[in-house]
């Protein structure tokens, strides 16, 4: 029996029979050719049908894993397009004399290690995208098919890593859990582990070997640990404890319909946090009583150009209609730091998550900002629609943005469009909104609390650097006291205060959430109802 430690990306339990996934070696040899002219045509070739393959991938992952996920296809074929990445390869093949395959796996390793050379988080994680490429362009030269997951039984998939057209095109049905050696939490397998809600780990510390292949694993993504052949002593520990697991998970079913109050009567808002319309569906599935936040940033990651004021109408009114009447919360454009769009055109900075980003580029970019705002004014009419804005730092941004909202709704007014009166609240995210939350309290109708950049920014520590996990103190007291020093500033001014971020959902702090006063907590769908039973003990008055 051997025990490896891991990441864990979602949290469960996963007994079964360990499959390797094996990439296609692609053994690209250098080989001289007389007729270039041949060869750049067998390349041009080779991009139509991965063009077209991408396209279909495409499809089937926005049915699977919805728009946003499905989204970097659209930079795969966007790279395969790229001026610059056919121009090398072309050059390549004419310069050198050399076939295709060399030729495009030399340009995929020279871009990759001009990307991962960048001080820019999103464009070193386009490195395997770009290795991905390159991959699917030499095995169509090459005749070869994509690796897959085979059998007749559920296992749990081992891997380096997996590349998104790897995990789109295995048959999820037959995938218990993941584990890799390497990757990130926001790599493309912790995010459909997440969307899929199967236990994960990632950078976990062994070395794959064909030995592993076809023994009995077992992945505990609680603790972050990955078995392999356990004995029949730890076998039966973790059957248990797996249906000890559904157990629990029944038993989270019957609180759908109930009312989300307090022991002593406190009603608490719990909704849920979503990222397209895709993820409506586990909303309504976990009877979360509405939305808390709308990341509105992926609508603008999903389109290779800035989404227009009708595109963007189309989405929210979408949400609102499926709604119901329930409240929707939408987030304005947090796009900077981590999430970038190359359409943006942004310029390079060293720290980018203290640099233009969210309502700093709004704001410098009022054409952006307006047209945003229109729509979602626009929208207003359909729901119960409020507008949230993200990374506020002083009253002189909230006053900026009142100019704005009053110059849309004239406009929208001037034109007979007909609009809703959409409640405006702010997220508080950094020190120095925390600090003055009773003066902005008095402008706003809600305070939503990003625990995730407002620890970030406290603890001065990149959430993003996984060197410094064991420096990262989501719990921190600082963190902890600075919360209950915005909720007791929303109630002294009349307004509600809730938490959107990943704290949200940490049912080990729940109790003391609701201790503190806090009126409202939104989470991802699938911690709706494990989060209601923590309400449901809590006390709001101690």
């Not at 090459?142 to 690796?147: E, F, L, P, V």
């Not at 050696?181 to 926001?186: A, I, M, P």
């Not at 004995?231 to 009312?259: A, M, V």
């Not at 720290?351 to 970019?365: E, K, T, V, Y």
Request: charge should be negative; charged fraction near 25%; aromatic fraction near 6%.
């Amino acid at each position: 029996m051997e025990k490896y430690v891991g990441k864990s990306v979602f949290r469960g339990i996963a007994i079964g029979r360990i499959s390797i996934y094996e990439k296609n070696q692609q053994q690209v040899k250098r080989v001289r050719v007389t007729d270039t002219e041949a060869e750049k045509e067998r390349y041009a070739k080779a991009s139509e049908m991965a063009l077209s393959d991408l396209s279909d991938l495409y499809e089937k992952a926005v049915k699977e894993v919805g728009e946003a996920n499905a989204g970097i296809f659209g930079f795969h074929q966007t790279m395969i397009q790229d001026d610059d990445f056919i121009d090398s390869i072309n050059s390549i093949i004419e310069t050198q004399q050399v076939n295709a395959e060399y030729a495009i796996a030399m340009t995929a390793d020279n871009f990759a290690q001009m990307f991962s050379a960048m001080n820019d988080d999103y464009m070193s994680g386009r490195v395997a995208d770009v290795k991905d490429v390159g991959e699917r362009l030499i095995s169509i030269l090459s005749g070869k098919k994509n690796a897959s997951v085979s059998g007749d039984e559920s296992v749990i998939v081992v891997a380096e890593d997996l590349a998104p057209s790897e995990t789109v095109q295995m048959d999820k049905d037959m995938v218990i859990s993941f584990v890799t050696t390497q990757g990130s939490v926001n790599s493309h397998t912790a995010i459909l582990s997440r969307t899929m809600g199967i236990p994960s780990l990632i950078d976990t510390d062994f070395i794959i070997t064909k030995e592993l292949d076809g023994k009995l694993g077992i992945v505990d993504g609680n603790s972050g640990v990955f078995i392999v052949d356990p004995d029949d002593i730890i076998i039966e520990k973790y059957k248990t404890l797996l249906n000890e697991e559904l157990e629990k998970k029944q038993l989270l079913l019957s609180l759908k319909g109930k009312e989300t109050v307090t022991v002593d009567g406190k009603k608490i808002r719990l909704y849920a946090n979503i990222g397209n319309s895709k993820d409506l569906a586990q909303v309504l599935a976990n009877d979360a009583a509405g939305i808390g936040l709308f990341r509105s940033e992926f609508v603008y990651l999903e389109k290779d150009r800035f989404p227009t004021e009708e595109e963007q109408l189309a989405v929210y009114k979408a949400v609102l209609e499926t709604m119901a009447g329930k409240p929707v919360i939408i987030r304005t454009l947090d796009i900077g730091a981590d999430k970038q769009c190359d359409y943006f055109e942004m310029e390079h900075e060293e720290n980018p998550a203290m640099g233009c980003r969210a309502i700093r580029i709004c704001l410098s970019r009022p054409e952006i900002f307006k047209t945003q705002l229109r729509a979602l004014y626009r929208a207003s009419a359909y729901g119960n629609l409020a507008i949230m804005y993200p990374m506020i730092t002083s009253v002189r941004e909230i006053n900026r943005i009142r100019e704005m909202e009053n110059e849309v709704k004239r406009e929208l007014k001037s034109q007979g469009i007909e609009i809703g009166n959409p409640a405006t609240g702010i997220m508080i995210e950094t020190p120095a909104a925390v600090m003055i939350s009773d003066e902005l309290a008095k402008l706003v109708d809600f305070f939503s609390i990003g625990t995730n950049d407002l620890t970030q920014y406290t603890l001065a520590i990149d959430r993003q650097n996984s060197k410094l996990d064991t420096f990262y103190d989501s719990h921190h007291p600082a963190v902890l006291k600075m919360i209950k020093l915005v909720v007791d500033n929303a109630h002294e001014a009349g307004i509600w205060a809730g938490i959107c971020g990943e704290l949200a959902g940490d049912t080990s702090l729940t109790h003391e959430f609701i201790a503190m006063g806090v009126d409202e907590l939104s989470v991802s769908p699938g911690l709706v109802l494990p989060v209601r039973k923590q309400i449901l003990d809590s006390r709001a008055c101690n």
